[in-house]
Structures are given as C-alpha cells and as structure tokens.
C-alpha cells in the first residue's frame, strides 16, 4: 500500500475554496495539492466538503433573477425570416444575393 500523501493546512483551505466557490477543473486543484484525481476525491469525502452540484449551478442561477425574453408571435418569426438583413451567398459563384 502507497504512503498517504500528507497535505499542509495551507494548500487544504485554498483546495477547499477552489472547490467550493469556483469552477476550476477537480483535476487541477488535486495537482495543486498534490494528489491524485482518487486521492482527491477521497479526501473531499474525508474532509466532509461541500460537494459541487453542476445541475444548480451558474445558469440556474443566472435564470433565477433574469426575466425571460417574451417569446416572438408567429407572425414576427415569419417577417424576421423572409426579411432577413443578411444577404445569402451564392456557393457556386460566391456573390451576394439580397433577398
């Protein structure tokens, strides 16, 4: 069995805000402290870490205290298409054509 890597308090507290208040890669902050992606893992658990939840994360939360944008009529989807203020281009002879 390998000897248990120790870790300095330091390296412990700026590994748990890492992980807790930021997105930085689980991967990342394990080679901060020098461990493995088991190892870490298993010191989280030991360590009694708030575990990241991606499911209600930044996006959730930004959906939260944004209002929703109104959902165009169809009768706006129609004119948005058919006046589009791009030109298409032409594959075979790359020039625009206005629609």
């Not at 308090?9 to 461990?35: Q, S, V």
């Not at 870490?40 to 959730?60: M, P």
């Amino acid at each position: 069995m390998p000897a248990r890597i120790e870790v300095a308090p330091e390296l412990i507290a700026e590994g748990k805000h890492l992980y807790e208040e930021t997105l930085i890669p689980t991967d990342e902050i394990g080679a901060r402290m020098g461990l493995s992606r088991s190892a870490f893992y298993l010191r989280v658990k030991e360590w009694k870490w708030k575990r990241r939840r991606y499911s209600t994360g930044i996006a959730e939360d930004a959906a939260k205290t944004s209002e929703p944008l109104p959902r165009p009529t169809r009768a706006q989807r129609r004119r948005q298409s058919r006046h589009s203020p791009l030109p298409s281009v032409c594959s075979v002879c790359s020039t625009a054509n206005w629609r």
